[in-house]
Structure formats: structure tokens, C-alpha cells
């Protein structure tokens, strides 16, 4: 069974920095994609950061602040988030699409979306 374990967040002051790291457990081959998504109070969820092979793309309110990158071996991706904004305040949440994985002796390919349980980010002003 694959799951998305998040770890970071927490609360901060504007202007500061949080890590966010996730990693995928599980039989696991390959990922093709991971990142982050949030979402606010009264907000549908957004994307915040995406990576896949080696392209990145984040969501304009993001970019230029956050980065994010990956350890392909260990099924992890971690997001940087720096300037923070009292309007990054948002539960952020672990994705990942694309799997291949292994059912006994079968590889196998998921056509499902993976999510994490979600992390609190909180920005204070």
C-alpha cells in the first residue's frame, strides 16, 4: 500500500522560511510526478509546486519564493518556502501521480492520484 508521509509546517512570521519534505512508502518503483498543493479556508485546493523529470513549475503567487526538488531514489520531495506571506497560510498537501509499483512479483501502474494527510503552514503578520 503507497503512502505520502509530510513532515515541516508549523507557524512563522512573514518574511520567514519552512521546509516542507514528503516521502512516498510502499512497494515503489518509479513516481513520475510529485509536489505540493494547499488549501485555505473556504478556498478550493491549488496547485503550489509540481516536479516531474527534470521541469518544474510552480503557481505564479509562488514562484520566485519556493522551490522544490526531489531525491528520485528515496521517493521524497521537499518544498522550500521563503518570504512567506500571511496568504501562504494554508493546509499544504503531498502529491504524487504517475506510480509504478510492485504487487508480488508484478510491476504494476497506477493510474491513481496519491495524497498526503496534509501539514498546517501558518504565516503570521
Known amino acids: 500500500q503507497v503512502q505520502l508521509m509530510e513532515s515541516g509546517g508549523g507557524l512563522v512570521q512573514a518574511g520567514g522560511s519552512l521546509g516542507l519534505s514528503c516521502a512516498a512508502s510502499g512497494e515503489i518503483f518509479s513516481i513520475n510526478a510529485m509536489g505540493w498543493y494547499r488549501q485555505a479556508p473556504g478556498n478550493q485546493r491549488e496547485l503550489v509546486a509540481l516536479?516531474?523529470?527534470?521541469?518544474?513549475m510552480f503557481s505564479d503567487s509562488v514562484k520566485d519564493r519556493f522551490t522544490i526538488s526531489r531525491d528520485v531514489a528515496k521517493h521524497t520531495v521537499f518544498l522550500q518556502m521563503n518570504s512567506l506571506k500571511p496568504e501562504d497560510t494554508a493546509v499544504y498537501y503531498c502529491?504524487?501521480?504517475?506510480?509504478?509499483?510492485?504487487?508480488?512479483?508484478?510491476?504494476?501502474?497506477?493510474?491513481?492520484?496519491?495524497w498526503g494527510q496534509g501539514t498546517q503552514v501558518t504565516v503570521s503578520s
Open positions: 516536479i516531474t523529470g527534470g521541469k518544474t
Open positions: 502529491y504524487a501521480d504517475g506510480l509504478r509499483y510492485y504487487s508480488g512479483p508484478d510491476l504494476l501502474r497506477s493510474s491513481r492520484d496519491y
